[in-house]
DNA sequence: CGTCACTTTGAAAGCTTTCAATAGGAGTGG
DNA sequence: CCACTCCTATTGAAAGCTTTCAAAGTGACG
């Protein structure tokens, strides 16, 4: 997946004129350099939702997975983090989710007072601020198509396909976390995201080495099935967050 | 609801301290003075997702719809947006979704360069600039569990209860959009927010002096079936968007 | 080899959608 | 002022997709 690092010089769309910094090709990440790494086991909390927002987390191994949760114990999974992501930039004194590990997690935090401080205080690191929280929306968006107006198997596609752009390698892809993660972040139950995998098997679009680990075995089918077009694919190119100047 | 200016300078969680700026009062919306103002009717778009993201636009009056649609037409409101919103504030280079009128829509814009030039170089609005994005996350977020994981009635009486907070006046509420909007807007179809209506105003829960104007009667017994506990309304008063340092 | 957690599979139930028809309201023209 | 049209909303009945409930299978671990 795309590292900030290369998400903050993209090759400029024509329409605007891009602000160039002194290159010190500082990026969020460095912020959080000498700071200790913690490690958190399976099924570990970072923090709740409604904690108060005092940290500001980088991600340096292992996947997570941010959650909210209604009164009586449903959950939805409003995202998955892998390493490289910073997490934890809300805006709000408390935070809007909780972050559990989902493998073995190691992760550095500086305090949020440091964090707004340094960012407020260098341009560039602004620019990637923003880009992190833009792209975020932009997920979110997805996410509510996904879950407003897609079926079962197009769901489940569409999250193959994401995992797949985010960290795949080749035509597989690994699923870290549990079938219940999954149907909770598709708003599905776990008996049928295992029925859409198997009826996908059978159609041979995607086989399974082991049941976290996928090979997509027919992209352009599975796209379509996503409801993925050559006009999102496209839109992908231009989804580099930037500040325009 | 909350204009920008009463956002920026809340009651200060004891977390933090904040950061005081030499009071100019200045908001985002600020920015638009001078510009013409553009009036749209309904149903005409205002911009199209995947568009050149040129402008910035400050809504002076009338409700919009925000939206994303799949390649067959199925399509999702992720928004809608009242007066005093400012929109079109993705950080991308196009739009992320299109924008169309619901009502009788007046609007100004400013060219995005010059948006974020001035934002660039004003502490106080980039705090501002901040808390939008951080409000429309959290606004997101929820919209992602009710998207997810509540049912048509959880749904339909979330909406109201939103709507309420966000422009009702005592009891009352206008809903200017179609039951199709609402419909997209909730993943829902428009006969099942029909008969949602038709089943919460004949257990006097709600009643409508006409089709588009709603009384909430019953508040109390509507947050519980939205799963507004009193943990969701005390995260209310601290999710004001202000900047740590 | 037994336990436990996770996953898969089957069958029935349930909720929402789809399809179809009726009703209500605003605007237009005779 | 009424008839007519169009669009939106409501209501009913049947269909469909996903969930729920239940049971069996799989794999890691002690």
Same mark, same amino acid.
């Given at each position: 997946m795309d590292s900030p690092r290369q998400s903050v010089s993209p090759v400029a769309p024509s329409a605007f004129h891009w602000r160039s910094f002194p290159?010190?090709? &500082?990026? &969020?990440?460095?912020?959080?350099?000498g700071q200790p790494v913690e490690s958190f086991a399976p099924a570990q909390a970072i923090f709740w939702e409604g904690d108060a927002a005092s940290n500001i987390f980088d991600v340096q191994e292992g996947v997570l997975r941010i959650c909210r949760i209604l009164p009586d114990g449903r959950r939805a999974i409003v995202g998955f983090i892998y390493p490289g992501d910073v997490m934890g930039v809300s805006f709000e004194a408390r935070y809007l989710f909780s972050a559990e590990a989902v493998t073995k997690v190691k992760i550095r935090r500086i305090p949020r007072n440091s964090f707004f401080a340094q960012v407020d205080d260098m341009p560039e690191l602004r620019q990637q601020l923003f880009a992190v929280l833009c792209d975020e929306m932009s997920a979110a968006l997805d996410q509510m198509l996904l879950l407003g107006r897609k079926s079962a198997e197009e769901r489940v596609v569409s999250f193959l396909l994401s995992v797949h752009r985010k960290s795949g390698i080749e035509n597989t892809i690994e699923l870290p976390m549990t079938r219940l993660d999954i149907a909770d972040y598709l708003g599905l139950t776990i008996e049928t995201v295992s029925r859409m995998m198997t009826s996908l098997m059978r159609r041979c679009l995607i086989s399974a080495s082991d049941k976290h680990t996928l090979t997509l075995r027919k992209m352009s089918d599975l796209r379509q099935i996503a409801g993925w077009d050559e006009t999102e694919e496209q839109m992908e190119s231009v989804r580099r967050a930037v500040w325009p100047h």
């Open positions: 290159s010190t090709g &500082l990026v &969020l990440n460095d912020m959080f350099e």
